[in-house]
T-cell receptor
């Protein structure tokens, strides 16, 4: 089975740093994705972690610990346009594997 | 930059009618997917497709659903007899083959409303 948990909502201030956590229990885990989704739009790819450690990409970084079943997405220098849902998704180690999504974390950036 | 496209952007249909949702994946991609998202809920996997056949399907993808790649570019999802609970946003996604990178790129979606 698969279980993915992330907070439902978070609020942060413009210019600040926010960390969105995701824990997962997935048999045959392969890798973890973070997607951003604005209301009414498609998920857009942010990051992909398959090895332990931190991947940095501009204002966004993502961390993975395979042994702990844990990931986080770190957003720095928050901007109003970062207000969106952030979706944690995992893949299994089985060929053409689909993404299994968590429920998403709705982030509100306030002035 | 190449992107996945979907048509139509919106579709309204009567319960029991057939609908076909169309997708054009990124041109050199090999793996194709359909997902759906009911309003306010999480994105759910429906079906994956590779080498002209279904690789995997979820419990949602019952006999009312079918997929086809009728030519070298289009990838379609057909719902034979729509139900009210099929109302959702339907996303097509595709990925290429670059070793370990499994990144899937999503189309803008088709919003389906069944009345």
């Amino acid at each position: 089975g698969q279980n993915i948990d992330q907070p439902t909502e978070m609020t942060a201030t413009e210019g600040a740093i926010v960390q969105i956590n995701c824990t997962y229990q997935t048999s045959g885990f392969n890798g973890l994705f973070w997607y951003q989704q604005h209301a009414g739009e498609a998920p857009t790819f942010l990051s992909y972690n398959v090895l332990d450690g931190l991947e940095e990409k501009g204002r966004f970084s993502s961390f993975l610990s395979r042994s702990k079943g844990y990931s986080y997405l770190l957003l720095k220098e928050l901007q109003m346009k970062d207000s969106a849902s952030y979706l944690c998704a995992v893949t299994r180690n089985s060929g053409n594997t689909p993404l299994v999504f968590g429920k998403g974390t709705r982030l509100s950036v306030i002035a | 930059e190449p992107e996945v496209t979907q048509t139509p952007s919106h579709q309204v249909t009567q319960m029991g009618q057939e609908v076909i949702l169309r997708c054009v994946p990124i041109s050199n991609h090999l793996y194709f997917y359909w997902y759906r998202q009911i309003l306010g809920q999480k994105v759910e996997f429906l079906v994956s497709f590779y080498n002209n056949e279904i690789s995997e399907k979820s419990e949602i993808f019952d006999d009312q659903f079918s997929v086809e790649r009728p030519d070298g570019s289009n990838f379609t999802l057909k719902i034979r007899s729509t139900k009210l609970e099929d109302s959702a946003m339907y996303f097509c996604a595709s990925r290429g083959w670059t070793g370990w990178d499994e990144t899937q790129y999503f189309g803008p979606g088709t919003r389906l409303l069944v009345l």
